[in-house]
């Protein structure tokens, strides 16, 4: 495992207004006890609502905070004792934070990691003409970083955190704030990322689209505990997402009408939506096509967002 926590907590102390003149210490457990592991070469979404604990995790993992308690390795290492050693073996992109020169251009940027990281001439080159290519760097490479917009910028973000092949990449929404083409540009070089196999991700998102498309295991937290720890699919399972019929009839919805397999979600006007309870669709609109006349039909699958949603909510 590439990378293993276990029993992991960040407590807070925070000092609370009481009343007018006085404060009371407080403890905020951000992170309560998160078992982890992650396997080389796995993507892994790291998803929960806001103030769940997810950027503090990552900065444990990163070294950049110290755990309360627990024990947590990656690449083999410690991350605090071993901040700078472990520097060198993963990459970062956390939003808030550039590791990129405001007042240099990209480009310079990049040879300085290169000179920083001291990564052999050769290296370099293969992995910022990859880059370069499936980000599409070229542009806006010489345009000083202040003047970039935050796509651009975030794209030459997750260049910087690659140049040096490491071995582990966080990335802490990496796809906030970004226009539809950066997403999808950043949502697509992270595909081929994962594709190729020999980095290992770790991702924070709020971006459903990113959860759908990008991780094939997604781990939840919630109140600093991991609530779930499986694919998108077990996560619909767990919850009840269901597949639903949207039909629209030729006659009114007979309200008598028994379908097997199916329950009848809503009736508005001529338009009733059904929820498939593990039938087939076909048996379902076989059924429905007795009962009465149908005009138009869809099948809609379980939607991420009503899963998450629900999720949310703590259903
Ligand atoms: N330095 C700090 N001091 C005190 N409390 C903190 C500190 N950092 C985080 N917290 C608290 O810890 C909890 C978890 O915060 P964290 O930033 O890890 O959540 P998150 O899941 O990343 O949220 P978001 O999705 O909003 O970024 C929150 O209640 C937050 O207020």
Redesign the pocket.
Known sequence: MIISASGLR?D???NRKVGRLRRERHV????DGVDLTVREGELLGYI????????????MLTGV?TPSAGEVRVCGLEPVAKRTTLARRIGVVFGQRSQLWWDLPLAESFDLLRHIYQVPAADHAARLARCTDLLGLAEFARTPVRQLSLGQRMRGELTAALLHGPEVLFL??PTIGLDVLSKQAVREFLGELDERGDTTVVL?T?DLADIEKLCKRLVV?DH?RVVHDGTLDALHARYGSRRTIVADLDADWPADVRLPGASVVSVEGRRVTLELNGTTAGEVVAALAKAVPLRDLSVREPQIEDVVARLYRRD
Request: hydrophobic share 35%; aromatic share 4%.
């Open positions: 960040k807070f102390t925070v905020v457990s951000a992170v929960g609502p806001n103030g769940a604990g997810k950027s503090t995790t990552l900065k905070l802490d929404e924070t709020h937290i600093g």
